[in-house]
């Protein structure tokens, strides 16, 4: 009559969610998990070169801190690299998966040079600077607008949507700095090197000083709106809750539009900063993948724009090092430093599972059950 | 007669419980072969589940399963197959992109290389034998829902089984195409196959059953033959004793109209008439029970109130109690019915879906409905947490914090949160489709205590139940509704569980009748 229930064999471990963990613990989590990623990379690091492993940790820091200009580097590329990760965080709070940020950012950069190149000797330098601002903005805004609108009328897929809006970015960049390119050149080279027209001026005798305050800026900005505005409040329920949305009247086309908006302004803000302010032309590689890895530094910081400061800081500090070790070991090239910034990017993603979730052992299970 | 039929599938003492919830308690079933046996019971009754364990989908805590005489164990629907047992399900397991060959040989291990000509072959044989009207190589989007079935049917029958289960299938189909499945279903049984059939329209158990067995409230109430009952003994059977609740309910002071809905139609999204003519009047101090098995029309109707759903015509109209003017609610916004001063407050049926956000707070959660007040763009947190504060602190909501997130909350707790916030803002009109679904006797009393307090307040409170003995004794009055139709309107005070039950299954026989004129 009675059914068998012997238990069956219990597996080695397994896996419970956990209930939240206080912040302190979990950010004691991610440094120990940037602290094992570090020996980790020493230790690879010492059976590729056979040098010392402090070394090696010192060549990271040399990149990055050595001198003031690489210090200033750092904090500029951190500063564009947040950036993009504040344009992309609205989305994503949406529940809408724009991996876009590439070419909105890029698209923006093609305008601001467009403006440079074509009228850049035509009026003063504040108009030219304006008028590139804007029209980078709006350019980003439209890369951004094609997909939300698409998604708000026809629901269509806007994961690939707004990565082939990346390709023809690309695509019009690869174009137009073929069609621009000065004779005899193969490519398209810094623009306006003889008058500087549209370059951000300098500040205190520094290039990249404006760029880092208009990031700054708009970093408090975001951090307010996400905190205390009613349109991040319908931002959060629509990404929640379709349903719930409805039900408490949030007109959800226009919330799905007017974000997109926002967050495709920036991305073609962050764009004109690059041009502008840095680099003087425009590329395939100006945005450099890092609308992508933007995505990274928005998740891992929570969406929090405080946070994000620390986690693009941290991606940045090891690309930098990285790199610096390549140049400096003369037996490594460029593919070592993508090793290191994987095995560290692996190591502080996967301590996330660590805190959200924990192992419990076969015999050690009862007391927590 | 059914002495000397064979016994097919017998079930002995089938207990399953889903954590504190017995869905099914020492539940006896036979089966004989070449018959089609009714399963009827209201909603919760446990039929489902039944059904779910003769398939294997669920494994019963005890109990036997007996096929041919012989003791079996079903542990998955593999095992379900080998017993050449079949099951349609409610919801369609069909791959769209695939044509309707296609979905029947998926899955069947017969090698890697699909053999489709013998296969269509296999399938138009079945589809004569038995009078399916199917083409093999259509595919699945572009079918109708009635061909849809067909191909679940014919899916179920190539591979072979004798006993066929079929849950609620006539749900999404016309008349005239149960008309036609009734057809092939007798054709099966003379051909010597045993069916089971889950309904509750009491019509077509008389129609097309041999034998009926009756579940209540996931208890076996018996087994009657169809010749030998009619609808009024099966609804008795269906509903149950009377059980004595002790909710309170005072008389109605001064009801004055608030709502009046006027002869409203509504379409769903798939096209199928989901609310026919729906006329009735919600009063100001009383609660208007709505009674109706699942899916007749409930949530639209509400829905439809709120403004979340689309009609089609017909009137909504509300009745301003202070500036004495009627306002026609239809196809306003749900901003819009608010802006209009009506204060309309809804608690959906689908909590943590629609009703409140997750994983938000309870403060956040609090501001759901108001947070647009005003014109500044920045939120105003202060008044929605003085507002946390008190439904937690007046409700008993048990909670470590205001600003934990409500989805760690248990149900009753968020149902509190919910109710709280909708009768917070002082409705006029207060809606809640199932509010006690899910919850334990105290919090249950808890909402019933709490809509009772706003009816005493003055407010028109509409409720949407689904246990007949908890809305005869707290709605003052119970309109009742079958498929999208009002079949009734009964006083609380003077009606029976049955005469609802009855009321309840008519709605499909009215239907019927309805479209055969036209």
């Known amino acids: 009559m009675s059914v068998k229930t012997s238990p069956a064999k219990q597996p080695l471990f397994h896996i419970v969610k956990r209930d939240a963990m206080p912040w302190w613990k979990s950010w004691l989590v991610r440094i120990a998990a940037v602290l094992v990623s570090l020996v980790v990379c020493g230790i690879i690091s ?79 330098n504040a108009s030219l600077i304006a008028i590139m601002a804007v029209s980078a903005i709006a350019a980003g805004m439209v890369w951004a607008l094609l997909p939300a609108v698409c998604k708000a009328f026809w629901n269509t897929n806007e994961t690939l949507f707004t990565l ?47 760029t880092v305050i208009v990031v700054a800026v708009l970093t408090v900005l975001m951090y307010v709106y996400m905190k205390y505005t009613k349109q991040w409040y319908e931002i959060s329920v629509v990404g929640e809750s379709e349903n719930t949305a409805r039900y408490v009247g949030i007109n959800i086309k226009k919330v ?55 986690t693009s800081f941290m991606l940045v500090f090891f690309e930098r090092g990285a790199a610096e070790i390549t140049t400096q070991i003369k037996s490594l090239n460029e593919s070592f430093a993508d090793i290191i910034t994987g095995i560290i990017i692996f190591f502080i993603i996967g301590c996330e599972f660590f805190i959200n979730y924990k192992i419990v052992f076969r015999g050690s299970g009862n007391k927590n059950a | 007669m059914s002495e000397n039929k064979k016994t097919v599938l017998e079930l002995a003492n089938i207990t399953k419980s889903f954590g504190s919830v017995v869905a099914n308690a020492n539940v006896y079933l036979s089966l004989y072969k070449g018959e089609i046996l009714s399963i009827l019971g209201e909603n919760g009754s446990g039929k489902t589940t039944l059904m779910n364990i003769i398939s294997g989908i669920y494994y019963p805590d005890s109990g036997k399963i007996y096929i041919n005489g012989e003791e079996v164990v079903i542990s998955s629907p593999k095992d379900a197959f080998k017993y050449k047992i079949g099951m349609i399900h409610q919801h369609f397991k069909l791959v769209d992109v695939f044509s309707a060959t296609e979905n029947i040989v998926l899955g069947l291990n017969e090698g890697a290389v699909i053999d489709a000509k013998k296969a269509e072959k296999r399938v138009r044989e079945i589809s004569t034998a038995y009078g399916f009207e199917i083409d093999p190589k259509k595919k699945v989007y572009q079918m109708s829902v009635s061909e849809k079935q067909t191909v679940e049917i014919i899916k179920v029958l190539y591979r072979g089984a004798d006993i066929l289960i079929l849950d609620e299938p006539t749900a999404v189909l016309t008349p005239q195409e149960t008309k036609k499945l009734f057809r ?12 089971i059939i889950i309904t509750h329209k009491l019509h077509e158990v008389m129609e097309l059953s041999d034998r009926v067995s009756v579940l209540c409230k996931g208890k076996y109430v018996g087994t009657v033959n169809t010749s030998e009952t009619n609808e009024n003994l099966l609804t008795e059977m269906m509903v149950g004793k009377k059980v004595h609740l002790d909710i309170k309910r005072a008389v109605p002071v001064n009801p004055v109209p608030r709502l009046t809905v006027k002869n409203l ?97 309870i403060v956040d959660n609090m501001m759901l409905r108001s947070y647009g007040k005003g014109r500044s763009m920045f939120l105003q947190r202060k008044q929605p947490k003085n507002l946390a504060v008190d439904v937690v602190r007046n409700l008993d909501v048990v909670t470590p914090n205001i600003n934990t997130p409500v989805r760690r909350l248990s149900g009753g707790n968020v149902q509190k949160v919910l109710v709280g916030r909708e009768i917070s803002s002082a409705p006029t009109v207060l809606m809640a489709a199932y509010p006690v679904r899910g919850l334990d006797i105290n919090s249950s009393y808890t909402i019933y205590d709490l809509l009772n307090a706003q009816k005493e307040n003055g407010v028109a409170v509409i409720f949407v139940g689904e246990d007949l003995d908890v809305l005869v004794e707290l709605c003052d009055r119970i309109l009742v509704i079958g498929s999208g139709h009002v079949t009734g309107v009964v006083d609380g005070r003077n009606t029976t569980k049955e005469e609802i039950g009855l009321l309840m299954t008519k709605g499909a026989s009215h239907k019927t009748e309805g479209e055969t004129l036209q």
């Open chain 1, 46 to 124: 010492v059976i590729l070169t056979k040098e010392n492993p402090f070394k090696i940790y010192g060549m990271m820091f040399e990149g990055s801190f050595e001198t003031e200009r690489r210090r200033w580097m750092l904090i500029y590329r951190t500063a564009i690299l947040l950036a993009i990760a504040l344009a992309i965080t609205p989305a994503f709070k949406m529940r809408f998966w724009n991996i876009g940020a590439e070419g909105q950012v890029l698209i923006g950069a093609l305008a601001a040079g467009a403006c440079m190149f074509k009228i850049g000797d035509s009026m003063n």
């Open chain 1, 164 to 210: 082939m809006m990346n390709y023809i970015a690309i695509q019009l960049i690869a174009y137009f700095s073929y069609v621009w390119k000065p004779k005899g050149t193969g490519q398209l080279g810094v623009i306006n090197q003889n008058t500087q027209a549209g370059w951000l001026p300098d500040i205190a005798g520094n290039k990249y000083l404006l």
């Open chain 1, 256 to 310: 799905i539009i007017r974000t997109l908006a926002i967050s495709g302004a920036i991305a073609g803000l962050v764009g004109f900063l690059i041009v502008s302010g840095a680099d003087h032309t425009v590329t395939t590689d100006t945005a450099g993948g890092r609308g992508f890895t933007a995505i990274m530094v928005s998740w891992l910081a929570k969406f929090n724009p405080l946070y994000m400061v620390l």
């Open chain 2, 184 to 195: 092939i279903l007798r054709k099966m049984r003379d051909d010597g196959k045993s069916i």
């Open chain 2, 265 to 361: 139609n509504c379409v769903n999204r798939e096209g199928v008439k989901v609310l026919s003519d729906v006329s009735f009047t919600a009063n100001s101090g009383e609660i208007l029970g709505i009674a109706g098995i699942a899916g007749s029309g409930q949530r639209e109707l509400l829905e439809a109130i709120a403004g979340l759903q689309r009609v089609s015509s017909g009137e909504i109209l509300y009745n301003d109690p202070q500036a004495h003017k009627t306002e026609n609610l239809r196809d306003k916004t749900p901003v819009q019915i608010r802006n209009l001063g009506v204060r309309l407050s809804f608690v959906p049926e689908d909590r943590l879906g629609m009703g409140l956000v997750g994983n938000m707070d």
